[in-house]
């Protein structure tokens, strides 16, 4: 798990290595181990490293082949590396680290691309041939670890945030034309990004460049929808999940430092931190929020779950005035506005387990994979989801449950396509119409074109199609969160969930196996879901969530903000100009739980521009 960095000048002029140094040295946090530069005229690579395995400093990068003509820099883990050394002794292949890098430099220089099927991993590199200076980009099949890039007309360059592309001189500026989808969605799709000139690289894509600096090729390795469809018949579903499973889980508990363990204490991280129990694993400690005297607290379970195993529990409480410095800090490692509220205290978490471990296991990705949220039980079946539309008929006042609430507001619009691509959001339609910003544009392509896919290959089933959009989407954004707030504090983590056997075998699966009664997670509950405690298996969902109505209102930094909000330059650009911040803000504090959903958001982006543009 590493920083990468690099551009290629197309004017041929000689690379500074000056420049790339500022550029990698904005990505210490994510390698504080140790640094490397390699200039090869035009061409600048660099690296940050934090150690996981093979501690030497024989595994650092820029990493050169014996031959001196091929260079990998490379970000992230090949879970299943030890599987290949067999095969490349037996091609002539010599081994001087016991590290993964060493591995993939060895599978590029003798099989290129064809390679990244057989890897298990997450990860992000690039890879140079000296002699036909010709340069690979690689992306992971889910977008696990971020690639951002930037082209014009003197050079190319790329790096694993943003922060490292600015540091080589490019101007920092809001593309406006994404802030509808970040405001509306919560996230920009896709291979935009909220910055004027910087891409995502897309998940399962590689670029390959020539000579000149010229883009030879941008294609796919992996596509969900292919893979799936080709995956060999599954027979017993049960017995294969909870075998792929525990094998995920072993994988990833392939480390030469110490690997903890995020435990909420629902059904996700405690399968892991059972399924590593169950194999055997010492030393294994757990790492749980608190939220002492609030109804979302699982702390108890997450502790006492953790002491029935033998597992050292770490508790952490992240409230109050706590809160504005891991906000603060976790809007600068992470660039781009914050999407889903809880970065800071993920951030907070990690480095605090910094101190003992520098690697964790989290269950992200099982709901959006096996159907997990509440909000997919919309459609649970056909009939529910007719019901629900009577909501619409329904008096605010004659309504109780603020989710039902929120349905009524999210169901409003009667077009089933349209459910589907707003299933994940906080606003809604009704909202912007009310806001008087009927005209807005929410209509993403990207978001469209993979919804149109899902309905290729799940034509009768919405919500296997909302499943598959959620995979490019809403999980795209989860996994950006979860890189930025562990490699913040310097950790790796692992997502036992998003193994891509796992991912593509449950994708093959018949609609049966998708229930979203209960907790959803058929395969999950049913497996080893039935060996955890009671206690757990019977414990309601709670998803992590912070009081933040309450703390833009009570903590001074945070109410000073809120008062002046409304002069935020980011209030003049594009369509947040017809915004009536101020009357926003006066209705919140008069209504709060009834306003929330709107002032969040448009309080978090101000509060991320006020620091990203304005220190």
């Not at 509220?341 to 003992?356: M, Q, Y």
């Not at 964790?360 to 079946?381: C, H, I, P, S």
């Not at 309450?550 to 330059?569: A, G, I, K, T, V």
């Amino acid at each position: 798990m590493c920083g990468i960095a690099g551009f290629w000048n197309k004017n041929n002029l000689p690379a500074s290595e000056e420049i790339l140094r500022k550029m990698t040295d904005s990505l210490v946090h994510r390698g504080p181990d140790a640094g490397g530069h390699k200039i090869f005229g035009d061409l600048a690579l660099g690296h940050r490293r934090l150690s996981i395995l093979d501690l030497s400093e024989h595994a650092n990068q820029p990493f050169l082949s014996p031959c001196g003509n091929f260079i990998l820099i490379f970000n992230g883990e090949i879970f299943n590396y030890r599987d290949f050394y067999p095969e490349l002794r037996n091609k002539g292949y010599q081994f001087k680290t016991s590290s993964d890098t060493e591995v993939l430099l060895f599978l590029l220089m003798e099989y290129g691309v064809k390679a990244l099927p057989r890897l298990n991993g997450f990860f992000a590199f690039a890879f140079w041939d000296n002699q036909n200076r010709e340069l690979i980009l690689v992306r992971d099949r889910f977008g696990v670890k971020p690639l951002f890039w930037s082209e014009n007309e003197d050079l190319l360059a790329f790096a694993s945030e943003p922060k490292a592309l600015f540091a080589m001189g490019l101007e920092k500026s809001i593309a406006e034309e994404h802030l509808d989808e970040l405001f509306f969605y919560r996230h920009v799709s896709g291979e935009h990004t909220i910055f004027e000139e910087i891409k995502r690289f897309l998940p399962g894509y590689y670029q390959v460049w020539e000579d000149g600096v010229r883009l030879k090729k941008y294609a796919n390795w992996y596509h969900l929808g292919e893979e799936m469809m080709a995956h060999p018949q599954i027979k017993n579903p049960l017995e294969w999940y909870e075998e792929t499973f525990y094998d995920s889980v072993r994988l990833r508990m392939i480390s030469d430092v110490p690997v903890g363990t995020m435990l909420s204490g629902g059904l996700d991280s405690s399968s892991i931190l059972f399924a590593q129990h169950h194999l055997g694993y010492k030393d294994l400690s757990s790492w749980n929020l608190k939220f002492k005297g609030f109804n979302k607290d699982e702390s108890q379970i997450a502790e006492r779950f953790s002491t029935d195993l033998g597992v050292e529990y770490n508790g952490l409480e992240f409230l109050g005035k706590n809160l504005k410095t891991i906000l603060q800090r976790s809007i600068e490692v992470n660039d781009e506005p914050l999407m889903h509220f809880t970065d800071g205290l993920l951030l907070g978490l990690s480095l605090e387990a910094k101190k003992k471990v520098t690697v964790l296991l989290t269950g992200e990705g099982a709901d959006e994979v096996m159907a997990g949220y509440v909000r997919y039980k919309v459609f649970q079946n056909k009939l529910k989801y007719e019901l629900l539309k009577y909501l619409e008929y329904i008096p605010d006042r004659w309504i109780k449950s603020s989710r039902f609430k929120k349905i009524k507001r999210y169901i409003s619009f009667s077009n089933p396509g349209f459910h589907i691509l707003s299933n994940s959001n906080d606003w809604f339609l009704q909202d912007l119409e009310n806001l008087g910003l009927g005209s807005l544009n929410v209509l993403s392509t990207y978001r469209i074109d993979k919804l149109e896919e899902a309905k290729r290959y799940f034509p009768k089933n919405p919500l296997r199609q909302l499943l598959y959009l959620d995979h490019f989407t809403y999980l795209a954004s989860l996994n950006d969160k979860n890189d930025r707030t562990t490699m913040g504090a310097s950790i790796e983590c692992r997502e036992p969930f998003l193994d891509h056997r796992l991912v593509t075998g449950i994708n093959s699966l018949a609609d049966q196996y998708f229930s979203t009664k209960g907790k959803g997670k058929w395969l999950s509950m049913n497996s080893i879901g039935k060996k955890l405690p009671d206690y757990i298996q019977n414990q309601e969902k709670i998803g992590l969530a912070i009081p933040w109505d309450r703390y833009f209102l009570e903590y001074d930094e945070f109410r000073d903000h809120l008062e002046h909000m409304h002069q935020s330059p980011l209030f003049q650009m594009g369509w947040l100009n017809y915004l009536d911040v101020k009357k926003i803000v006066q209705d919140f504090k008069h209504y709060p739980s009834k306003n929330y959903h709107l002032i969040r958001p448009l309080f978090f982006n101000s509060y991320w521009y006020k620091l990203q543009f304005r220190g």
